[in-house]
């Protein structure tokens, strides 16, 4: 099956307490392997994105999938 990864922190905090966007990436690629996922594209957002890139990215990631046909 098919994956998109996306990860996000929204505090300077996250970043320094183990969640940063490395940590996530490394978690959800690894949680990916054991299932059996074949990874897609990783799409990832820092506490220093305004709200509008925010959702940029996460619209740049429903396109991808979309397009790529992928379940939601």
């Given amino acids: 099956m098919k994956a998109v990864l996306f990860a996000r922190v929204s505090s300077r905090e996250q970043q320094e307490t183990g969640y940063s966007l490395p940590a996530q ?5 690894e949680y990916a392997d054991k299932h059996h996922f074949e990874i897609e594209k990783f ?8 709200g509008r890139k925010e959702r940029e990215i996460f619209n740049s ?12």
């Avoid at 799409?43 to 305004?50: C, K, L």
Wanted: net charge positive.
């Fill in 25 to 29: 990436e490394k978690f959800l690629k």
């Fill in 43 to 50: 799409f990832s957002i820092s506490e220093s994105a305004s």
């Fill in 61 to 72: 990631m429903m396109a991808f999938v979309r397009k790529q046909g992928l379940k939601i």
